[in-house]
């Protein structure tokens, strides 16, 4: 048995790295960036205004105050998309926001911050101005948001709704991207059933147990962004299970990785270890010292693709996702190892040192507005009901022993590429 520690750095070794292509930016939502991408020009790419107003030239109206106002006549309107070449002196030009701003113009008054005249028909013959205005006041100018070669983002960046934001106002339409990992994911157990489809609420049989498991390995990877298979629950026996990895072996494409749950420990039924030697497996490690899910399996199977042997338990194989897989799909898209956040624990949680313990866990503010960490009842493996209630995970190094009441502890979000702090 090894520490988590130690089958952390295995993950990390023997991640594969996940080639590039390129993504349209409307399929990007999610995906990893497989190198910096910058700006290639200023972003405005004009001065414009930003509000609605009028364009001055400075020298027109610096003298302009209550007891000295100064008149200019209006002759054009300038929209956004339009283009005016210049302002003539003694002119002011009505704009919009968004609109370019005419050569030689200096200043925009906001529409209500002058008096305005109107013609018969409506539209705006002069202003009145009692203020000077600051040079540059209400222009946008070319470049205040991006300039060129500006970065945009750097390689390996998760990428959220606010950088596809940024990369389509800088007219980027396909992001080089790492590929989406392709997961075959395997149930075992002959006692295990999936939820008849098409019906609700349905009560099993005796001696049956729905498979919760496969349908949470899933939907978790495929929120991670791997695009994800189902083989089924695999009858318990060595030989259809060796069958069914040989029949993913043989059909693999790039970035295949698979997923297994149920028969890694040491019962009778427990014939995962031995199916995988008959493959020429190697075995990089097979239990952890960690609680739940020490019966952990990772191994590397023909043409190097990595095999998780994940425990029955349901809390066993949501540790085995959150813990193992997503460090490895993590460092197959080139991300840096994933820091806890360190929040105050709400109450004293006992416990005794020697394995590192993964405890289902709640994050929520408090009347004062600072963040607790409450450590939920219900840690036993078996437990689903508890992941209804979860929204992270509180880990416990293998050296500490009891957790005492507004100590800072590590916090891991249930989802593990929360974009809150990308």
Known sequence: ???????????????PRLPAETAPLAEALGRTTAGEIRAEFAVPSFDNSAMDGFAVRLADCQRASPEAPVVLPVAE?????????????????????????????????????????RNADGAVTAITLTSAPAPGANIRG?????????TLTGDATRLTSRHLMALAALGVGSVPVRQRPYVSVLATG???????????????????????NSPYLVAALREAG?????????????????????????????????VSTGAVSKGEFD?????????????????????????????????????????GNPASAAVGFRFFITPLLRAAWGLPPEPPL?????????????????????????????????????????????????????????????????ELVDFYPADPFSSFFA
């Open 142 to 150: 070319k470049g205040e948001d991006f300039l060129p070669r500006d």
């Open 226 to 258: 791997a695009r994800v298979e189902y083989g089924g629950i695999i009858p318990d026996t060595q030989a259809a299970f060796t069958t069914a990895l040989e029949g993913i072996i043989a059909q693999a494409r790039p970035g295949q990785i698979i």
């Open 342 to 406: 360190r929040v105050r624990l709400a109450a004293t949680h006992q416990a005794r040192p020697g394995l590192r313990i993964f405890l289902k866990a709640h994050l929520s503010i408090g009347a004062d507005g600072a963040a607790a960490a409450t450590i939920l009842a219900g840690q036993e493996s078996f437990r689903v009901q508890p992941m209804l209630h979860i929204n992270g995970w509180v880990v416990r190094d293998e050296t500490v022993g009891s957790l005492q009441a507004g």
């Open 1 to 15: 048995m090894i520490s988590y520690a130690q089958a952390l750095a295995l993950l990390h070794s023997r991640a």
């Open 77 to 117: 309107v300038t929209a956004a998309g339009d283009q005016l070449s210049l302002l003539a002196a003694g002119h002011a030009v009505q704009i919009m926001t968004g609109a370019m701003l005419p050569a030689e113009a200096e200043a925009v008054y906001p529409i209500e911050d002058v008096a305005v005249a």
């Open 271 to 311: 014939f995962v270890p031995a199916a995988l030697a008959a493959l020429n497996a190697e075995i990089l490690f097979h239990r952890v010292a960690i609680r739940p899910g020490k019966p952990v399996l990772f191994a590397m199977l023909a043409n190097q693709i990595p095999f998780f042997g994940l425990p």
């Open 190 to 212: 002959n006692e295990i059933r999936d939820a008849p489809a098409g019906q609700a609420n349905t009560t099993p049989g005796e001696a049956v147990i729905y498979n919760s």
